[in-house]
Structure formats: C-alpha cells, structure tokens
T-cell receptor
Framework: DADVTQTPRNRITKTGKRIMLECSQTKGHDRMYWYRQDPGLGLRLIYYSFDVKDINKGEISDGYSVSRQAQAKFSLSLESAIPNQTALYFC????????????FGPGTRLTVL | GQNIDQPTEMTATEGAIVQINCTYQTSGFNGLFWYQQHAGEAPTFLSYNVLDGLEEKGRFSSFLSRSKGYSYLLLKELQMKDSASYLCAALDSNYQLIWGAGTKLIIKP
C-alpha cells in the first residue's frame, strides 16, 4: 500500500465551486505539505504543517485553506475555484529529521472550467 | 531573493553519461536534494548532499560545492526509463525547500 495517498486523483469542476483535496499518510511523519505544479514551473508551496497545531502559509496561499485533522491527514480546500487554479496538486510528508526528505503522494489533477 | 537554476531540457543517448547542473542562491543552506519525476507522476527522492563532494548511488551520483552554490546529478549507463524530469531543490535556513523548475531529460536510442 502507498505511504502517502491523495483523493481524488482527478477532478473537473466549475468556477465558483468549493473543492476539497485530501491527503493521508501512514509514514508516521509529523510534517505535511501541499504543493501545486504548473507546466514549466517548479513546485510551489501552498501550505505546510509541522504538527497538528502548527499550520503555516507558503509561497502561494491566497485562494486556498487547509485543515490538519490528525497527524495522518491534511486537507486542502479551494473555497471558490477559479480557472487559474487548474494544476497538478501534490501532498508531501517529511519526518523532520536531519535530512528532512519529503515524500510525495501521487497527485491530484484539478481542472477548473 | 532565493533562486534555483537548472537547464530546461537535455537530450542524451541510451548507454551514455549525462550531467545535469544546478546552481542555487538561498538564505542559508541546509542541503541539496535531487528528485526524479516521470510525466504526470509524483517526484521521487534520488539524493541528498549537505557536505562538499560526490555521493554515489548505483548509476546515479550527486555532487555538491557549497562555496560555489553548485550541484550536479550524474547519470551513467543511461536507460530509456531514465527519461524524466530531474528536480533540484535546496533547503534554506528555515528548512524550507526551494525548488528549481526541473530539467527534462530525453533519452534517444
């Protein structure tokens, strides 16, 4: 079974709709992250959480919100989706140790019409 | 500002060797990562360097020079399955990863 899972894997929605993307992990990691990836651009950090009570904005948090329901679960919401939020979204986790290597979920491809 | 530079695209021949370069400018430095990403898939961890020098791991090696703000990923005995994007990322003083846009590697038979 995959260590980091994301649901849904693909989603098509309309402008103005509320969307939630979910991430779960079985790696026992405290740190979780949400990124978006657009063609030709690097991964951009939306939000990150170092533990259940610690949530921080990343580089591009406008238009997004998150919820850390438990150590293993981190959800990303788009309150009112817009077309330029069409992208590939990745959740990642890390153990916060020396190297702090991040491990990624399979991604959610979101299209906003 | 913080910045990672790497070539957009490279082409190499099956069985050959290719070197992908990365230069970085970050606020502090706590290590350099390389990830592999096949099209439409998740990035997967390849290597981490924090000290100067070469780290070898099978067909892949990664080099770091902290004084030059420079790293490279060396891929030997290229296989068709190595066709992918290779992402360079530097860990800054706040332990945030700064990502490059990735280098798309095309392998030709």
């Amino acid at each position: 079974d995959a260590d980091v899972t994301q649901t849904p894997r693909n989603r098509i929605t309309k402008t103005g709709k509320r969307i939630m993307l979910e991430c779960s992990q079985t790696k026992g990691h405290d740190r979780m992250y949400w990124y978006r990836q657009d063609p030709g651009l690097g991964l951009r950090l939306i939000y990150y959480s170092f533990d259940v009570k610690d949530i921080n904005k990343g580089e591009i948090s406008d238009g997004y919100s998150v919820s850390r329901q438990a150590q293993a679960k981190f959800s990303l919401s788009l309150e009112s989706a817009i077309p330029n939020q069409t992208a590939l979204y990745f959740c990642a986790t890390s153990g916060g140790r020396e190297t702090d290597t991040q491990y990624f979920g399979p991604g959610t491809r979101l299209t906003v019409l | 500002g913080q910045n990672i530079d790497q070539p957009t695209e490279m082409t190499a021949t099956e069985g050959a060797i290719v070197q992908i370069n990365c230069t970085y400018q970050t606020s502090g430095f706590n290590g350099l990562f390389w990830y592999q990403q096949h099209a439409g898939e998740a990035p997967t961890f390849l290597s981490y360097n924090v000290l100067d020098g070469l780290e070898e791991k099978g067909r892949f090696s990664s080099f770091l020079s902290r004084s030059k703000g420079y790293s490279y990923l060396l891929l030997k005995e290229l296989q068709m399955k190595d066709s992918a994007s290779y992402l360079c990322a530097a860990l800054d003083s706040n332990y945030q990863l700064i990502w490059g846009a990735g280098t798309k590697l095309i392998i030709k038979p």
